[in-house]
């Protein structure tokens, strides 16, 4: 059985941190494309952060130097470690896996993430 689960989000003031999982079974991981979205209400769900071929992954504007994408092989799992977080990142975090060789997709839960004071 596939799972893509989330976890670490919550409540965190303006400037704090927050460090999300995105733990995986059931799948080959090195065979998908690992990728974390976000989506706040009212708006459409948006790319964050992802792995791509060359040595720097992609990250959405907003977020650059502020949030980095990481994997550990060995765990299977996928992190979003955010820093000097801000209001306008409130939003449910999710996890993508997207098939390098078929056309499998397979996206989490979602973790709330809320920024406030």
């Known amino acids: 059985q596939v799972q893509v689960v989330e976890s670490g989000g919550g409540l965190v003031q303006p400037g704090g941190s927050l460090r999300l999982s995105c733990a995986t079974s059931?799948?080959?991981?090195?065979?998908?494309?690992w990728a974390w979205y976000r989506q706040a209400p009212g708006k459409e769900r948006e790319l964050v952060a992802t792995?791509?071929?060359?040595?720097?992954?992609y990250y959405l504007t907003s977020v650059k130097g502020r949030f980095t994408i990481s994997r550990d092989n060995a765990k299977n799992t996928v992190y979003l470690q955010m820093d000097s977080l801000k209001t306008e990142d409130t939003a449910v975090y999710y996890c993508?896996?997207?098939?390098?060789?078929?056309?499998?997709?397979?996206w989490g839960q979602g973790t709330q993430v809320t920024v406030s004071s």
């Open positions: 993508r896996g997207s098939g390098r060789f078929s056309d499998l997709d397979y």
């Open positions: 059931g799948i080959i991981f090195s065979s998908f494309n």
């Open positions: 792995f791509t071929p060359g040595d720097s992954p």
